[in-house]
């Protein structure tokens, strides 16, 4: 019986083969340890290894958010929200209007994921820029620099008020009203009558100065008068009996004159 030979390899006819399967990456090479070495005994000297776990690091702690980190929180939800709101269904089939028609739960399907996506990504990154900045701790500290500039302005209203409650500008009396609107006039005059009232004062002072020198002069004056006129009469005492004589003979020369 005679069998029919296959044809030679060149001649072959043409059989569709299927595709090949892919090629997978060859097995990595498993890792052979090292065989276990003998350890020494330990000594009394070598440290012995404990088998506790390490300590557990304290958690950080939860920083609370003060008024402005809160409403820095809900003016980014507040414009998240506005900036989706813009993306609306209606817009959204706007862009795909051949999907619109053919499958629009589809397309709503997708218009709600994509929402949901980038709220979910932003709210992500909106948290990650405020751990990485600190945004928190540090409105947090400026809440606190603005309180204690508000309690130092109170406290230094009271020490000008004397320590009692600010009053409200509205129930101060006209007269208070009118003073404090002058008040800085009124300093302004005070000094250039102060000015005034210093150069008068100085020249009373060089005046009187003038007047204690003259009254000096006039005692000395007076002394000197007051010395001729003890002179004078010293002479007067002194010439007193020689005075009747020279009066006789001065009447008796005039007699013999007139008998001539």
Sequence with gaps: ???????????????????????????PEQYQPPPPQSDPAPTSSDPIPSDQNPPEQPPEPVVTPGPRAQRLGQLFQQTTSHTLDKLSPANFRECFPTIAKKAPRTLDNVHQQMIKQLSTLWNREFERILESRQVIQKLNELEGLIQEAQQQRKRQQQRINGGGVPIPPHTLDADVVLQAHLRGYLKE?????????GEVQEGNKKLFEEVVAQRRE??????????????????SEVLGGVVGELEGETRQVDRELGKV
């Design 218 to 235: 006039v005692e000395g004056l007076i002394v000197g008068v007051e010395k001729i006129v003890g002179d004078v009469r010293g002479a």
């Design 1 to 27: 019986m005679s069998t029919k030979q296959p044809p030679p390899p060149d001649h072959q006819e043409d059989v569709d083969m299927p595709p090949a399967p892919p090629l997978l990456p060859a097995a």
């Design 189 to 197: 005059q005070q000094g250039v009558l102060g000015e005034r009232l």
